[in-house]
T-cell receptor
Framework: KAGVTQTPRYLIKTRGQQVTLSCSPI?????VSWYQQTPGQGLQFLFE???????NKGNFPGRFSGRQFSNSRSEMNVSTLELGDSALYLC????????????FGPGTRLLVL | AQTVTQSQPEMSVQEAETVTLSCTYD???????LFWYKQPPSRQMILVIR??????QNATENRFSVNFQKAAKSFSLKISDSQLGDAAMYFC??????????FGSGTKLNVKP
C-alpha cells in the first residue's frame, strides 16, 4: 500500500504571497491532519479533516486554511505569507481518526523570504 | 489541558548499549493512546511503538519497549542494543480524542560507534 504523499516537497515563496500544499492519504484513510514543525515550536497541530469536514482545529490564525476532497486528498493554504511561516509542514492520515496511529507523509519544506 | 513533556533535549548512547528516553504527560482522561515516533534526518516521521492506556502490559516492538506508568503519567521508551540507525529525534505523543494529537518537544538521540 502506498504511503502518504505530499507535494511539493520544497517550496520557496516571498512575503505576502500565498501557497497551497497538497496531501494524499493512504488509500482507505479518510482522516487527514496537518502539522507545522519548526525548531523553536516543535510540532504544532493545524487542523484535521474527516469526510470533507474540518473536525479539529489548532491555534493558528485564519491565514491558515484547508480543505478535503471527496477522494480524501487534502490541501492546506497559507495566505499573506510571513517569514515565520517558514517550516516543515507535515500531514498524517488515519482510517477513521479515532485513536488510531497516524501515518505521516515526508513533509513539505516551505521557505519564506 | 493536555501537555506532553520530554525533559531530555538530547541524549547519547554507545552502539549496542541501552538507552531510555523519558516522557510525561498531563491528562484527566482515562482512555487514551500514547505513541513514540522517530524522525531521522530525512524528516519522515515513523511510528516506533504505541500503547493503549487501558492495557496494563507494556508494549514491545523488537528492541523497543516502553515503561508505562499510568498513575504517574509516565511513558518512557527503552532502546536496547542501540544501532547507528537509531540516531534520530524521538517524539512522544498523546491522543485521546478524534485525531487530536499532542506532541512533546522531542529528544535528539545520538548513537556513538
Amino acid at each position: 500500500k502506498a504511503g502518504v504523499t505530499q507535494t511539493p516537497r520544497y517550496l520557496i515563496k516571498t512575503r505576502g504571497q500565498q501557497v497551497t500544499l497538497s496531501c494524499s492519504p493512504i488509500s482507505g484513510h479518510r482522516s487527514v491532519s496537518w502539522y507545522q514543525q519548526t525548531p523553536g515550536q516543535g510540532l504544532q497541530f493545524l487542523f484535521e479533516y474527516f469526510s470533507e469536514t474540518q473536525r479539529n482545529k489548532g491555534n493558528f490564525p485564519g491565514r491558515f486554511s484547508g480543505r478535503q476532497f471527496s477522494n480524501s486528498r487534502s490541501e492546506m493554504n497559507v495566505s499573506t505569507l510571513e517569514l515565520g511561516d517558514s517550516a516543515l509542514y507535515l500531514c498524517a492520515s488515519t482510517r477513521t481518526g479515532n485513536q488510531e496511529t497516524q501515518y505521516f507523509g515526508p513533509g513539505t519544506r516551505l521557505l519564506v523570504l | 489541558a493536555q501537555t506532553v513533556t520530554q525533559s531530555q533535549p538530547e541524549m547519547s548512547v554507545q552502539e549496542a548499549e541501552t538507552v531510555t528516553l523519558s516522557c510525561t504527560y498531563d491528562t484527566s482522561e482515562s482512555d487514551y493512546y500514547l505513541f513514540w515516533y522517530k524522525q531521522p534526518p530525512s524528516r519522515q516521521m515513523i511510528l516506533v511503538i504505541r500503547q493503549e492506556a487501558y492495557k496494563q502490559q507494556n508494549a514491545t516492538e523488537n528492541r523497543f519497549s516502553v515503561n508505562f506508568q499510568k498513575a504517574a503519567k509516565s511513558f518512557s521508551l527503552k532502546i536496547s542494543d542501540s544501532q547507528l540507525g537509531d540516531a534520530a529525534m524521538y517524539f512522544c505523543a498523546y491522543n485521546y480524542n478524534f485525531n487530536k494529537f499532542y506532541f512533546g518537544s522531542g529528544t535528539k538521540l545520538n548513537v556513538k560507534p
